[in-house]
């Protein structure tokens, strides 16, 4: 039995008991306690605000950075002409004049007898020179490996009769006489260098000359090789949790949790990422439990005595006696809440393998909506179920910590689209409850998740 | 005192109106902060708390829901909760399996002053208190409690067993004590 005289005893006693107490005294204390800054809330408002800023830095840092044109530096290259023998030298040579590669062109056998008399006049011409001849450096201490497009003048092969208006449009390089050629030092590749229309090469078909090559890169060829190294991603995932607990009202045990991701990813370097996006996660909460409800009534034929003789023998004397009769009432109830956060997460790429990939990330996300669904015991009211509409439950900044592991699959028949599969872990940081009820055991998941992304 | 008008007079942040609910509602306040706190520094520093709590969420307040000390004395003992719950201080008390059968009568409690019955509670050790409050004072079931303190429903039983046992030891030597002053006088 619940009730017993000491209970009562102790509630008569002590409920609504005022207790004695120097009112002034406690007020000025309170409002001395008020008047202080509130040093832990503002810890915590410093680490998020510090991590988002430190992130927030990074990224701007290194978009300032990386953003800059690229330094450029001039490169000579030497066209050696030789038609005595019928032969074209193409010479490339580096800053200090070191020999880079050479092509010999075999002239006259790949231009028609017609076109023999040529005289590299090109602004003579009516059309656009549009001859391109590859040559490959045999032996350059290149981190790329790169091919050089080099044209010559009115060389008249079909094998190497490529429009370089591709190549041009691709790298908008430009030519010059008289000026050099600019390469980027970043990476000291030469990609193309093309004579183009209005290239003007006053060359004798018996003589050498110098001609020098500029290319007017305007960066646009080094964007398009940066955004092959440091790729950019779009994505989108769905998670289950089969281990999911946590709980806002006393009775209550999460079961599971499902989430969707939509996310913006951007590599800083080949390994390290960062993502951004909008989640929207859902827990849902099982209440079990039960009610009884105890009555007291007299009934007859009730044992009111019980005599036990010298004898050993007893006799139960019969009667109208009081009866307890209890009644429980067991309940099941499933409530749900939703929560859309902005997650922010930093990635390292660990292990990298031409198709698949494995990557560790970590980062904060903050709910900016939620809404709950929640139903709540009433004990009071025979057990009936209440919808609770509003339980003061904090609806926005609410931090929760992520951590996760993914690896990625991205085959070579779906060209820029990837599988990815991933397991993680969201642990709720603060707390969700207000003062109707309390959040005694935080929102965690452990989450199984599948998804994709595409390359952009 | 109206409370309605109180509460209408602070969501205006007039002056002196936290003041006089304050002093409206403190002692009572000041009586469960006793009950939980195991002396009376703590029991101040639970009522400075509650009533930050209480002022900073009167507009919460829905008198549809029930009544204002009600709702005071809920928002008190929530906040009372949390503070252990935050608290990095972990007290533990020992005591040995078999107590003493208490021998304390009703009558006997009934002399017991309100004060020594209120102090006999606080000596009680902290998980054991917490229980025996949420039980006794507040009405929750075990399982409830069980599910709020982060321990197993046989332990809120058990605790609560406990505990009353030793209240009542408590209760029995204070008696004891008085009876040979009274002697002794």
């Given at each position: 039995m619940r009730e017993n005289w000491l209970e009562e005893g102790l509630r008569d006693k002590l409920e609504g008991f005022d207790s004695e107490l120097n009112l002034e005294e406690a007020w000025d204390a309170l409002e001395q306690k008020r008047s202080e800054p509130k040093g832990r809330r503002l810890g915590w408002l410093w680490i998020v605000t510090g991590s988002l800023l430190l992130i927030g830095s990074s990224f701007a840092i290194y978009q300032l950075t990386t953003n800059e044109t690229p330094e450029m530096v001039d490169v000579p290259v030497k066209v050696d002409v030789s038609n005595v023998i019928g032969q074209e030298k193409v010479v490339l040579l580096d800053s200090e004049n070191a020999l880079l590669?050479?092509?010999?062109?075999?002239?006259?056998?790949?231009?028609?007898?017609?076109?023999?008399?040529?005289?590299?006049?090109?602004?003579?011409?009516?059309?656009?020179?549009?001859?391109?001849?590859?040559?490959?450096?045999?032996?350059?201490?290149?981190?790329?490996?790169?091919?050089?497009?080099?044209?010559?003048?009115?060389?008249?092969?079909?094998?190497?009769?490529?429009?370089?208006?591709?190549?041009?449009?691709?790298?908008?390089?430009?030519?010059?006489?008289?000026?050099?050629?600019?390469?980027?030092?970043?990476?000291?590749?030469?990609?193309?260098?093309?004579?183009?229309?209005?290239?003007?090469?006053?060359?004798?078909?018996?003589?050498?000359?110098?001609?020098?090559?500029?290319?007017?890169?305007?960066?646009?060829?080094?964007?398009?090789?940066?955004?092959?190294?440091?790729?950019?991603?779009?994505?989108?995932?769905?998670?289950?949790?089969?281990?999911?607990?946590?709980?806002?009202?006393?009775?209550?045990?999460?079961?599971?949790?499902?989430?969707?991701?939509?996310?913006?990813?951007?590599?800083?370097?080949?390994?390290?990422?960062?993502?951004?996006?909008?989640?929207?996660?859902?827990?849902t909460t099982r209440i079990e439990g039960s009610e009884s409800n105890t009555s007291t009534s007299i009934e007859p034929n009730q044992v009111v005595e019980r005599v036990i003789y010298q004898d050993g023998t007893i006799e139960n004397i019969l009667g109208d006696g009081e009866v307890t009769t209890t009644e429980t009432t067991t309940y099941q109830l499933y409530n749900s809440y939703q929560f859309i956060s902005v997650p922010v997460v930093a990635g390292l790429r660990i292990i990298d393998r031409a198709q698949t990939n494995i990557e560790l990330e970590g980062g904060m996300a903050t709910t900016i909506s939620s809404q709950y669904d929640v139903k709540e015991y009433d004990p009071t009211n025979g057990g009936q179920v209440n919808q609770v509409a509003d339980l003061n439950l904090r609806n926005t900044s609410i931090f929760s910590g992520l951590l996760a592991a993914q690896w990625n699959y991205h085959p070579k028949s779906l060209s820029r689209l990837g599988v990815f599969m991933k397991v993680g872990t969201r642990f709720q940081l603060n707390d969700i409850s207000s003062e109707d009820t309390f959040n005694v055991d935080k929102f965690k998941s452990y989450q199984l998740g599948l998804g994709l992304q595409y390359r952009l | 005192m109206n409370t309605q008008n109180i509460i209408g007079r602070i969501k205006q942040k007039e002056r002196g109106a936290e003041k006089a609910l304050f002093v409206h509602f403190a002692p009572k306040v000041m009586t469960i902060c006793r009950r939980y706190a195991s002396q009376d520094a703590e029991a101040k520093d639970f009522l400075q708390e509650c009533f930050l709590l209480i002022f900073s969420k009167i507009d919460q307040y829905d008198s549809a829901k029930g009544s204002f000390e009600g709702w005071?004395?809920?928002?008190?003992?929530?906040?009372?909760?949390?503070?252990?719950?935050?608290?990095?201080?972990?007290?533990?008390?020992?005591?040995?399996?078999?107590?003493?059968?208490?021998?304390?009568?009703?009558?006997?409690?009934?002399?017991?002053?309100?004060?020594?019955?209120?102090?006999?509670?606080?000596?009680?050790?902290?998980?054991?208190?917490?229980?025996?409050?949420?039980?006794?004072?507040?009405?929750?079931?075990?399982?409830?409690?069980?599910?709020?303190?982060?321990?197993?429903?046989?332990?809120?039983?058990?605790?609560?067993?406990?505990?009353?046992?030793?209240?009542?030891?408590?209760?029995?030597?204070?008696?004891?004590?008085?009876?040979?002053?009274?002697?002794?006088?």
């Open positions: 590669t050479e092509k010999i062109f075999e002239a006259q056998s790949q231009m028609p007898e017609s076109s023999s008399n040529r005289n590299y006049q090109s602004q003579q011409q009516d059309t656009p020179i549009r001859n391109t001849q590859i040559i490959t450096p045999k032996s350059l201490d290149y981190t790329t490996p790169s091919s050089y497009f080099v044209s010559t003048p009115n060389i008249d092969n079909n094998q190497n009769d490529r429009t370089t208006d591709d190549q041009v449009t691709d790298s908008d390089v430009s030519t010059e006489i008289g000026q050099s050629v600019a390469l980027n030092q970043s990476n000291l590749v030469i990609n193309q260098f093309t004579l183009l229309e209005g290239v003007t090469a006053k060359l004798q078909r018996d003589s050498k000359q110098v001609l020098k090559f500029k290319f007017a890169n305007f960066g646009r060829q080094d964007r398009v090789k940066k955004s092959k190294s440091i790729p950019q991603f779009v994505g989108v995932d769905f998670g289950f949790s089969p281990i999911t607990n946590g709980q806002i009202l006393a009775d209550e045990k999460a079961i599971d949790a499902v989430s969707a991701n939509l996310y913006y990813k951007k590599h800083l370097s080949n390994s390290f990422y960062l993502k951004v996006g909008l989640g929207l996660d859902r827990y | 005071i004395h809920r928002v008190s003992t929530n906040r009372i909760l949390e503070l252990y719950r935050k608290s990095t201080k972990q007290v533990k008390m020992t005591y040995p399996d078999t107590l003493p059968e208490p021998i304390l009568s009703q009558e006997s409690f009934q002399m017991i002053p309100r004060q020594q019955i209120l102090e006999a509670v606080q000596q009680l050790p902290q998980g054991y208190r917490q229980v025996f409050n949420l039980y006794i004072f507040e009405g929750w079931s075990h399982k409830q409690i069980g599910a709020a303190l982060n321990i197993a429903e046989t332990t809120s039983r058990s605790q609560l067993n406990r505990a009353k046992r030793i209240l009542k030891n408590k209760l029995q030597k204070k008696i004891t004590i008085q009876g040979y002053e009274r002697k002794l006088a």
